[in-house]
């Protein structure tokens, strides 16, 4: 299966006409957040696949179609946040947002991410139960600490979203939120079990 993940950046490669004919090979996307509606929009009509996502910390208030529409979320694409489904056997999972900074939207404590965490439990546990496994994939607007992360207030990782790698163990675990200026700044990292991807930008994910 190939995937298409997206945050953060409207990436000229994907927007353009020849996007269909380039990436015409590709089953699924997933957006981590920060995206103007109308970029998801085209990904998802251009492809014709279907399409998850979690808000980041921007693009979150309602926007205005050509038509006149007020539209809170891109059109066809379905919000994990909290969430977990299923597509073609993968057991993919979402949380949105970013840590608190300034009291903006979709910005949590820590103490709120993990309430968050919770009520995903019993869905997780049933995935054990009856899969095998808790989760295959989990998106995220920002990355767990210490893994792609950043110092100041805005751009820090989340403890509990380590703790959940730790714990649930995930194949991918895929974020956006810390932009990746030059080549030396890692995007992909292994930790335990789990292979964390920083997909500002865009990146195209093969699973066997």
Not at 69 to 77: C, I, K, R, S, Y
Not at 121 to 143: E, M
Not at 162 to 189: D, L, M
Request: proline fraction near 5%; glycine fraction near 8%.
């Amino acid at each position: 299966m190939k995937i298409l993940t997206v945050s953060d950046v409207v990436d000229r490669k994907l927007y353009n006409v020849a996007f269909r004919e380039n990436f015409q090979d590709i089953d699924l996307i997933l957006s981590c957040g920060d995206l103007p509606f109308y970029y998801l929009d085209f990904l998802l009509t251009s492809l014709n696949v279907p399409l998850y996502y979690v808000f980041g910390n921007h693009h979150t208030k309602p926007m205005i179609t050509n038509g006149g529409e007020l539209v809170h979320q891109p059109d066809g694409a379905v919000n994990l946040d909290m969430r977990i489904v299923e597509y073609r056997g993968l057991l993919i999972g979402g949380l949105e947002g970013c840590m608190l900074y300034n009291y903006g939207p979709k910005q949590y404590t820590e103490r709120q991410m993990r309430r968050k965490i919770r009520r995903m439990w019993f869905a997780l546990w049933l995935n054990k139960q009856f899969k095998g496994r808790y989760l295959d994939i989990l998106i995220t607007h920002a990355p767990p600490t210490g893994i792609h992360d950043e110092p100041d207030p805005c751009h820090r990782g989340f403890d509990s979203f380590r703790r959940f790698i730790e714990r649930y163990r995930p194949r991918y675990f895929i974020h956006g939120h810390t932009h990746r200026y030059g080549r030396e700044k890692a995007w992909q990292t292994d930790y335990q079990d789990t292979t964390v991807i920083n997909t500002a930008g865009y990146h195209v994910l093969e699973i066997p």
